[in-house]
């Protein structure tokens, strides 16, 4: 009975000898940057994504929760739409926080497309763009350096799911914020360069390129 008692022990041992050299593919659930938004508002890696038959409509691009931001995330959509202006006329203070360290582009868009003295041609696109109920928008400066700070992580991904990378050259890498300067509210808002970080207050009346962005939320 001993030699019995002996011998399951020493299998035992050897069992949990051999499970603690063996290797667990564990797979990484959480959402980080890089990872594929989908029509269906599912969040993939990239390698789920080809599996999955799904369709991308964006790159997440943002999965930290602050206390100051919309959502838990954010995503850049696969594609710019049409330069166009922030305002068709100016002397018109659209009402944005014109704070550059908020992350309130939703709110500023929401605020660009309901004003009533002059029209944002570039917020109205925005809203046209919202075939799958994604709450797209411009994003506002404090969003589009999160976007700068990650742009290694998400033009290889955009690329991969058919999309238009970010351009980081000196012609194509100015964007429009949907934050206005302060002080210059009715005249002026913030382009934002993802080729060197850096902001250019502009002409709300000028064409310049839009790469919307969503939010994530649960």
């Keep these: ?77 696969l594609w710019d739409i049409e330069p166009l202006a922030f305002a068709d006329s100016l002397g018109v203070d659209q009402d944005t926080s014109a704070d550059p360290i908020a992350f309130d582009g939703n709110a500023n868009t929401s605020k660009l497309f309901e004003a009533k003295e002059t029209a944002s041609p570039m917020a109205k696109a925005v809203f046209d763009m919202w075939e799958y109920k994604q709450s797209a928008f411009v994003p506002s400066v404090a969003e589009m350096r999160v976007l700068y700070d990650n742009l290694e992580k998400v033009n290889p991904i955009i690329e991969r799911c058919g999309g238009q990378p970010l351009p980081a050259d000196e012609e194509n890498c100015w964007y429009w914020t949907s934050t206005e300067v302060a002080g210059q509210e009715t005249v002026k808002a913030w382009l934002y360069s993802l080729g060197s970080g850096t902001m250019h207050e502009t002409p709300k009346n000028q064409a310049h390129r839009v790469r919307p962005i969503i939010s994530l939320n649960k």
């Design 1 to 77: 009975m001993i030699r019995k008692l002996q011998w399951v022990a020493a299998a035992t041992i050897a069992l949990l000898c051999a499970a603690c050299d063996a290797h667990f593919d564990v797979p990484d659930t959480a959402i980080q940057p890089g990872h594929v938004l989908c029509t269906d508002g599912t969040v993939l890696s990239y390698t789920a994504y080809e599996q999955s038959g799904k369709r991308a409509i964006a790159v997440l691009f943002d999965a930290g929760q602050r206390e100051d931001a919309e959502g838990c995330g954010y995503a850049v959509y």
